[in-house]
């Protein structure tokens, strides 16, 4: 893929309609101005995607796990952008993020001659970099979602997890200025170790620096939701003075019921840093009081479109995703539910012949 650096970025995009093989829709997208460096300024673009793949490519897909709705959102979006490409994939799980050494077999298996490019959704942030790197000497390898070394990588379909933590941070910031009454937070940013939870970490912190919300107490660990009830209720046993839980969705999820059996529905609030389907329906209901989305079935989307982009040497972006957007129950709509989640019928799709339905 021949990748035009900085601001050219959106005259590449742009432009890129109009000829033969390319499509009618457009995305929204917003790039980096410098690829591979979240935090350099985003560029808005408008994004005219591939019409149809020249072959049926296969691309090998490895996610961290499958057990909330978050990551099956992502596989969704790359079915239907697998499908109206007409590329195959196999999908390959971890487990969960703290299985590195089998996403680093995982990741070997897609040096077979049977993939043409590789979407790598990391369990860690540098702990498979010998692997990317000897593998992106045959072939694409594009990140999806979760933030990694860029040494190896091709292109990332993602937004800056720094942004979606202070997104949720300055929520609460607005609502508790300096000098108003203090508020007490139990912060459940996620697993240690994992590529996007210390950036939504240092989002999330620097964005209530200065307000009257406080971080009281710090619980990490998998996004599994029988851990996070676990940690819900540690913290509401160490801290019963606490008015606001904000973390992952399955810990958001955990606190909806949590809450409602311990009689504190209304008392302690809740945030959510990224948007599932349990935690829609928590906005909805007035349950849970915000979530930034990162849209994971567009990034599926894209990391689809991206990885086909590398194997046909067409221009693209080093580094995009789609706008980050506050859902609450004032923003919740038809285009957030399209973009950010999964049909409630759909099931994981392993394995996708190029230009058959799964």
């Not at 499509?23 to 591939?50: G, H, I, K, M, Q």
């Not at 706008?323 to 973009?339: K, N």
Request: proline share 7%; with cysteine.
């Amino acid at each position: 893929m021949r990748i035009l650096p900085g601001l050219t970025l959106v005259l590449a995009a742009g432009l890129a309609g109009g000829g033969p093989g390319r499509a009618e829709t457009t995305w929204r997208l917003e790039a980096r101005s410098l690829p591979f460096d979240s935090n350099s300024p985003a560029v808005p673009l408008t994004y005219r995607p591939l019409d149809r793949a020249t072959r049926p490519w296969r691309l090998c897909v490895l996610y961290p796990h499958l057990k909330d709705a978050y990551w099956l959102s992502v596989n969704y979006g790359m079915v239907e952008e697998a499908r109206r490409l007409g590329v195959g994939f196999d999908v390959f799980e971890a487990g969960g993020y703290p299985n590195l050494d089998r996403q680093i077999q995982q990741l070997k298996s897609c040096f077979s001659a049977e993939f043409d490019a590789v979407i790598l959704g990391t369990v860690s942030y540098d702990g498979l970099v010998p692997v990317v790197e000897a593998l992106a000497a045959r072939k694409p390898v594009i990140a999806a979602v979760n933030d990694i070394d860029d040494r190896g990588i091709t292109g990332k379909a993602s937004v800056p997890w720094a942004e979606m933590g202070a997104a949720a941070g300055r929520f609460i910031a607005a609502r508790h200025p300096a000098g108003s009454a203090p508020v007490r937070i139990a912060w459940f940013p996620g697993p240690r170790g994992a590529g996007w939870v210390s950036f939504v970490e240092q989002g999330f912190r620097a964005a209530i620096a200065g307000s009257a919300a406080e971080i009281v107490t710090t619980l990490y660990g998998d996004t599994g939701l029988e851990q996070q009830v676990l940690l819900v209720e540690q913290a509401l046993e160490q801290r019963p003075d606490i008015d606001y839980l904000v973390g992952s969705g399955p810990m958001a999820e955990a606190a909806v019921s949590i809450l409602r059996a311990r009689g504190l529905t209304g008392r302690v609030r809740i945030v959510s840093t990224y948007l599932s389907h349990a935690v829609y329906r928590g906005i909805i209901r007035g349950r849970i009081m915000a979530a930034p989305t990162d849209f994971p079935v567009e990034q599926g989307r894209l990391s689809v479109e991206m990885a086909v982009r590398s194997l046909e040497e067409q221009p693209g972006l080093k580094q995009a995703g789609p706008p980050i957007l506050v859902v609450t129950a004032e923003t919740a709509g038809r285009a957030v539910v399209d973009g950010s989640l999964a049909p409630a019928s759909f099931v994981p799709v392993f394995s996708m012949s190029a230009g058959k339905a799964p």
